[in-house]
C-alpha cells in the first residue's frame, strides 16, 4: 500500500466495547421525527439538515422495500426547537412505480438545501438504477442486469436535479428542474429551466455543484455534462456556473464517493471521502485553488465503517467530524461494514489531526420491520449543523427510523480539553 497519511490522533475503536471504548457525551437529547411502519415504508435514509428563520429542516429518502429501489421518494419535517418535530410530509413524490429493492427502475433522494434570495429550497436527484457491478468498478462491460454475487452493487446513472420552494407556512411550490435532462414518463410535473427566472437556477445550480457534500456519489456532474447543459441554456455559461471537478482519483486505484469537505486556516481546503471497499479508511485529498482541483487522493489511518461522513467548522477554525469511524481494524477482507454504532464526533483544532472522538449515541436496535433490502444496522447516514452553541444532527436509525439529537458545543470541547 502507498504511504498512509497519520490523521487520526484519538483513541482507536475497540471491538467488544460498549460505544466502542469511546467516551460517551452526556448531556445529548435525542427525538424520533419518523418512526416507520410497513405502510408507511420502512426504509429511510439519506439525512439532510439546514436551519433557516429560526426553524430546524430535516429531509431523507424513504421507500417501502429497500435502498435505492424504483419509487423511492423524500420525506420532511420541521422543528421549531429540536425538541419536537412536525408530522412528516412528503417533500418529492415518487418518480416512478414502486419496485423491489433488486428492481431497475426510476427512484428519487435527497440533494441539498439550499436558498436564494431568503427563500429555502429542497433539491434532489433523478436517479436510475440500471444494472449491477461489482463494488467499486463501474464499467460497462461488468454492468450486469441481475443482481448476484458477482454483482453486488447498484449502477446508477442521474437524468436531473429538481428543485421546489418550501415556505415558511408549509406550502411548496412547483417542482422544476435545475438540469434539463427530465427522464421520460416521469410521475410528477416538473418545470423546465428555462420557465423560471434565470438568476434563480443560476445561482441554485451554482451552489449544488460548487461543493460535493451532500450528493450522492453516483450524481456527480462531469465537465462534459456541465458544459453540454451551457449549449443549451445560451444564457448560462461554464465560468459563471463555477464548475469544479470535486471527485478526485485515489492514488491506489480505489473508486471513492461520498465525499466531505472543509477549509482549513492555512488556505487549503481537505477532501475525506469514503472507500467502499474493504479498507476500512477514509481517504484525503486537498486543493489549494478553493476546491476547483484536487490531488490523487491517498489512504489515512482515519477508522471508517465503512458509511458517510460529515463535517461542520466552527467560527475558530475547529472541525468537528461526524460519521462511523468505528472499525477496529483496516483491511479487513472478512468485514465489509462493520456495524455503524455508535455515531460518533471527532475534533481537531486544524482540520489536519483529529486528536479526540467521542460517542454521540450507541446501543442500535435490531430493525422491526423485515424484508426490506439494503439496511445494516446502526446509526448513520447523518446531516449536522451547528447553531446558538449546539450541534444538531439528523441521521437514520437502521436505515428505519430517522431520529435527531443536539448536544452542546462546550461538551465535546469541553470534553476535548480534559486529559
Given at each position: ?47 439532510r439538515l439546514i436551519y433557516h428563520l429560526g426553524r430546524l429542516y430535516g429531509m431523507w429518502s424513504n421507500h417501502p422495500r429497500g435502498e435505492g429501489a424504483p419509487g ?348
Amino acid at each position: 500500500m502507498n504511504e498512509i497519511i497519520d490523521m487520526w490522533k484519538a483513541e482507536r475503536p475497540v471491538e467488544g466495547k460498549p460505544a466502542k471504548g469511546f467516551s460517551i457525551l452526556d448531556d445529548v437529547r435525542q427525538v424520533t421525527v419518523y418512526r416507520a411502519t410497513r405502510k408507511t415504508g420502512a426504509y429511510s435514509h439519506h439525512c439532510r439538515l439546514i436551519y433557516h428563520l429560526g426553524r430546524l429542516y430535516g429531509m431523507w429518502s424513504n421507500h417501502p422495500r429497500g435502498e435505492g429501489a424504483p419509487g423511492m421518494r423524500v420525506l420532511y419535517s420541521v422543528s421549531d426547537n429540536a425538541e419536537s418535530w412536525s408530522k412528516w410530509q412528503e417533500l418529492f413524490p415518487r418518480p416512478g412505480p414502486v419496485g423491489d429493492f433488486k428492481a431497475l427502475g426510476l427512484a428519487a433522494s435527497p440533494g441539498r438545501w439550499l436558498t436564494f434570495n431568503g427563500q429555502l429550497y429542497a433539491t434532489c436527484s433523478l436517479f436510475s438504477t440500471i444494472g449491477f457491478s461489482q463494488r467499486g468498478v463501474v464499467r460497462p462491460s461488468d454492468v450486469s442486469p441481475i443482481r448476484d454475487g458477482d454483482h453486488p452493487a447498484k449502477v446508477r446513472e442521474v437524468y436531473a436535479f429538481v428543485a421546489r420552494e418550501v415556505n415558511p407556512d408549509g406550502s411548496l411550490g412547483p417542482i422544476f428542474a435545475l438540469w434539463d435532462n427530465l427522464p421520460r414518463d416521469l410521475a410528477f410535473k416538473v418545470q423546465e429551466p428555462s420557465e423560471r427566472d434565470q438568476e434563480e437556477v443560476l445561482s441554485l445550480l451554482k451552489d449544488l455543484v460548487s461543493k460535493p457534500d451532500d450528493l450522492p456519489s453516483y450524481a456527480r456532474l462531469e465537465k462534459e455534462h456541465v458544459l453540454s447543459f451551457c449549449r443549451r441554456m445560451p444564457w448560462c455559461s461554464p465560468g459563471e456556473l463555477g464548475y469544479r471537478m470535486y471527485y478526485p482519483n485515489a492514488a491506489d486505484g480505489h473508486r471513492l464517493s461520498e465525499p466531505t469537505t472543509f477549509p482549513t486556516e492555512d488556505g487549503r481546503h481537505v477532501l475525506l471521502a469514503r472507500d467502499p471497499l474493504a479498507s476500512h479508511r477514509m481517504y484525503v485529498s486537498f486543493s489549494r485553488d478553493g476546491g476547483l482541483h484536487w490531488d490523487p487522493a491517498r489512504a489515512t489511518n482515519i477508522p471508517d465503517s465503512p458509511s458517510r461522513t460529515t463535517s461542520v467548522v466552527l467560527d475558530d477554525g475547529t472541525v468537528l467530524l461526524i460519521g462511523n469511524q468505528v472499525a477496529p481494524r483496516f483491511e479487513d477482507a472478512d468485514r465489509r461494514h462493520y456495524d455503524r454504532d455508535p455515531l460518533t464526533v471527532a475534533v481537531s483544532e486544524d482540520g489536519l489531526e483529529f486528536t479526540s472522538v467521542y460517542a454521540l449515541t450507541h446501543g442500535a436496535p435490531e430493525m422491526r420491520v423485515k424484508g426490506v433490502g439494503g439496511r445494516t444496522r446502526g446509526f448513520q447516514y447523518p446531516g449536522a449543523l451547528v447553531r446558538s452553541g449546539t450541534l444538531h444532527v439528523l441521521y437514520s436509525v437502521g436505515k428505519e427510523d430517522i431520529e435527531s439529537l443536539s448536544v452542546p458545543i462546550s461538551d465535546i470541547l469541553g470534553s476535548a480539553d480534559c486529559p
